[in-house]
């Protein structure tokens, strides 16, 4: 099984200030990553798919890199509205199975 | 507006049943592969079953295996995940999640459904 692993467990920025989340895959995946972000007490929502493409709707501040076992989610600016945790996910040679990382808190520092 | 809506959580003893459903509407259900994701208290998010477009094709994580089973309803537009033995650590919130056909990724999900599995 794939492992997922985040970097670091909590982030805390200023807001307007730039934020970096690593994600590493214990085995290539290739470009199967996707990026979620979940505030509390909702449901996750998808970011970024393929390691790069937004989904539909995000704004440009979001931005993916990466691929085989090193990816990247940058917030170039954090707003108030993206303090949250964050999760990455990998689908490679999906299905029958996907794993998603521990996920990185942003918080306010 | 593309939705999904869980419903059928609640509290159940160890050992015992619960069935979840997913209504979608929005967009064309039966062209859609279908997921459920589980998420304990505090906890990340497990993903843990699939079911294809047309339910043919199903999977379980192992922790779920012989326990759970996905089904799916297209002429009702649903999904439903039938849980049995339950145990302490399937305590979550469920989620459906729409598996999208371009990228693979779950690009839409619903807002999920309570089990809690305590005598």
């Known amino acids: 099984e794939i492992v997922m692993t985040q970097s670091p467990a909590t982030l805390s920025v200023s807001p307007g200030e730039r934020a970096t989340l690593s994600c590493r895959a214990s085995?290539?995946?290739?470009?199967?990553l996707a990026w979620y972000q979940q505030k509390p007490g909702q449901a996750p929502r998808l970011l970024i798919y393929?390691?790069?493409t937004r989904a539909t709707g995000i704004p440009a501040r979001f931005s993916g890199s990466g691929s085989g076992t090193e990816f990247t989610l940058t917030i170039s600016s954090l707003q108030s509205e993206d303090f949250a945790v964050y999760y990455c996910q990998q689908y490679n040679n999906w299905p029958p199975k996907v794993t998603f990382g521990p996920g990185t808190k942003v918080d306010i520092k | 507006e593309v939705q999904l809506v869980e419903s059928g959580g609640g509290l159940v003893q160890p050992g015992g049943s619960l069935r979840l459903s997913c209504a979608g509407s929005g967009f064309t259900f039966s062209g859609y592969e279908m997921n459920w994701v589980r998420q304990a208290p505090g906890k990340g998010l497990e993903w843990v079953s699939y079911s294809s477009s047309s339910g043919g094709t199903l999977y379980y994580a192992d922790s779920v295996k012989g326990r759970f089973t996905i089904s799916r309803d297209n002429a009702k537009n649903s999904l439903y995940l039938q849980l049995n033995s339950l145990r302490a650590e399937d305590t979550a919130v469920y989620y459906c999640?729409?598996?999208?056909?371009?990228?693979?990724?779950?690009?839409?999900w619903g807002q999920g459904t309570m089990v809690t599995v305590s005598s």
């Open positions: 085995e290539s995946v290739s470009s199967k």
């Open positions: 999640a729409r598996d999208d056909t371009g990228s693979d990724a779950f690009d839409i």
């Open positions: 393929g390691a790069s």
